[in-house]
């Protein structure tokens, strides 16, 4: 079958310029982020210049008329953009997870729709968590019958990160009562969608991880993927998420690092035993930052090899290098949620008593660090890596690593 590429809208970038966009993106969405954090301001002008960019469409495969970037390229992006405001940079996290996921089980018809969507500057949210099931991976949201190639949509979703601003939201949710799990590409604006802006995280607050409603929502075959046949055999979506999130908290750090020195350059006092003239010359404070730069530049050298392990799983894709993948992203997670965490708390240490004044919203960067680093426990990351080390048991095949 030949595929007619897309006619892009949006640039279709390479690696260099995508990586200089997004460091200028960044360094512009960095200005406004502590009053955005502070006022709970939702970046809907920061998303719009993010989606006219191209950053978002980075990954969609040349075949369909995209630069198909690798994961290497893509972690870096994000890596830099949450460096600015790491809310900016986890509202498309989903959105790049689900484009992966179209690559990967969608129908030539259903990539050849949604990468054109994609081309043309349109965002992906998702509706994926539910609270009161038994564990974060049980869902209830269900697509009933409803005639010839038609199913109703109904089900309640949490956590829904950039759905209130986004084009399509992708729903995970059951074929049937108890079916396999598929999902269920609906519109923002559908009949029967309800996206509530309550959350109200203590960090990360302005990513627009609302509540989703789905009540009677129509939806054709046509736009239904499935998602259980992702895991029967070797993957890297997992991988690739859970890669997405380490890249966040990453830049969580180098954020956070990059201004707690800055403050100490210009506006933190000396210590007076210290005897010198500049808070930057006293041994201590310089030796902290050099302990928290170590810290940052482990997380970074991980999860930029955790990136090219992914990438080399997918070049030559077995269950060897599917679980060569997963352990490097599971060793980039851990490393990078324990650096996020320790920089958002330790440049008061170094900033010293002022940094602490509310109105300067340095505690942005632990807040931010802290609710991030609990979308799926670090420790089993470890844990994961330890039975390798032991026993050489290969980490668990599903979605989370």
Known sequence: MTLTAARPVVPVLDAGAALGTASALGAAFAEGAAARDAERVLPGSELD???ASGLLAITVPTEHGGADLPAEVVASVVATLAA????????PHSHFVYVNALRHQATPAQKGFFFREVLAGKRFGNAQSELGTRTSRDYRTTLHADGAGRWRLEGEKAYCTGALLADWIPVLAHLGTEGPLHVAWVERNAAGVTVVDDWNGMGQRTTASGTVRLDGVVVGEDRITPYHLTFTGPQTYGAFAQLLHAAIDTGIARGALEEGAAFVRTKSRPYADAGVERAAEDPLVVHALGQLELSVRAAEALTGEAARAVDRANADLTATSAADASLAVAAARSASAQASLEVGNRIFEVAGTRSALDRLNL??????????TLHDPAAWKVQHLGRWAVDRIAPPNHGQL
């Open 84 to 91: 600015g405001d790491p809310n900016v940079a986890q509202i």
């Open 363 to 372: 505690h942005r960067h632990w807040r931010n660090a802290r609710t991030h």
């Open 49 to 51: 210049q993010l989606s």
